[in-house]
């Protein structure tokens, strides 16, 4: 399953279905669930299972509460009492990494969403409106048992396989380093590399790793936005290295160091005039990258009469099908006042460049 597919239908489930995630290491698991909170506005609490011990999850007897009334209690877990006394979206991270107590006690919030109990002998219940998400490592860098079918039917079972394309849509929303992104997008095949195809140990690229080193980059004043086209700096390569690993780092260090220059939607907006000599360089996936910058301008700006000129001006430079996949991702953003401003000065063009299509 997708990013896409997942993030349409996981907030949508109703909020005692118990979501199981399966996907290799590194795919974003935990972002999702993330997401997920966000949605639906809710708190975020992850519990990362392979961490615990079984008292941390089922909770430790009340020493002085036996004392007192002379029935064993539990004192149980802050985030979990958190979870009964509000609602919150609760995740279960690495339950497969995770000693078989705490299986076993994630299990039970699952089945009976409860867990322990008070003096009078009922279970502290999960609020009626947390929402549970199960995550598994799942892929032939871990030992994964297969689990009960009666323990699978009580979930909603994705597993996730994500695309390079949604990679790029997160990162675009998440300020991940443009040129980065644009590596990624003329070669998805280094996104990530299953690690059970090398030998154990081989550092390999995964989305998660991606993201740590453009922030790493970014931090340490080496951001390939900033170095593109340039000698390679002094340690940037070895910083790739350390994250993506070698074949990774070797592509990545070369496609900065002959990277032509950017052009962004803002560039497109305001000066295309001066920068149509470069554009007409451009590649046809580069050509792609301008149209993806300007839908996601698009989304979250309105564009001014003179910027509009300016994109309809770039549209009518492009080939038919590409003129038409701009409008289209206009289009799909939904922000009227930019859709009508440039059906205005290009519609007539747009609609005979369908056609043209459509006689091919």
Not at 60 to 66: A, I, R, V
Not at 292 to 320: I, M, R, Y
Request: hydrophobic share 40%.
């Amino acid at each position: 399953m997708d990013i896409k597919t997942f993030n349409i239908v996981a907030p949508n489930l109703p909020a005692d279905i118990a979501i199981l995630m399966r996907g290799p290491t590194g795919v974003g698991k935990s972002f999702l669930g993330k997401q997920v909170a966000d949605s639906v506005g809710l708190p975020f609490i992850d519990v990362r299972g392979s961490t615990m011990s079984e008292g941390d999850v089922g909770g430790y007897p009340d020493l002085e509460g036996m004392k007192e009334n002379g029935v064993m209690t539990f004192c149980m877990p802050s985030w979990f009492i958190r979870a009964c006394r509000e609602p919150v979206v609760l995740m279960l991270d690495e339950l497969n990494r995770s000693l078989p107590g705490v299986q076993q006690s994630f299990f039970q919030l699952v089945l009976d969403r409860e867990l322990g109990n008070d003096k009078d002998g009922n279970p502290y219940r999960l609020h009626p409106q947390t929402r549970v998400i199960a995550a598994v490592n799942h892929g032939s860098e871990y030992d994964v048992n297969d689990m009960d079918p009666a323990l699978l039917r009580r979930f909603w079972v994705c597993d996730l396989e994500p695309t390079a394309a949604d990679w790029i849509n997160w990162a675009g929303e998440n300020n991940v380093d443009d040129v980065l992104v644009d590596f990624i997008r003329q070669n998805p095949q280094h996104l990530r590399v299953d690690v059970g195809s090398v030998e154990p140990g081989t550092v390999c690229p995964n989305p998660a790793s991606w993201h740590r080193l453009a922030t790493s980059l970014t931090h340490m004043g080496m951001a390939p936005s900033e170095l593109a086209g340039q000698k390679r700096a002094d340690g940037f390569y070895a910083t790739a290295m350390g994250f993506v690993g070698t074949e990774a780092a070797i592509a990545f260090t070369t496609f900065i160091e002959g990277y032509e220059t950017i052009v962004s939607a803002e560039d497109i907006l305001d000066s295309y005039g001066s920068i149509k000599g470069r554009v007409k360089e451009l590649t046809n996936d580069r050509l792609n990258a301008v149209i993806e910058k300007l839908a996601n301008h698009c989304t979250d700006n309105e564009w001014t009469a003179s910027q509009a000129k300016n994109v309809a001006a770039f549209a009518e430079s492009l080939p038919g099908e590409m003129m038409v996949s701009l409008w289209n991702a206009i289009s799909a953003t939904q922000k009227l006042p930019n859709i009508q401003k440039i059906h205005k000065l290009i519609g007539q063009t747009i609609v005979k460049a369908v056609q043209a299509s459509r006689n091919v």
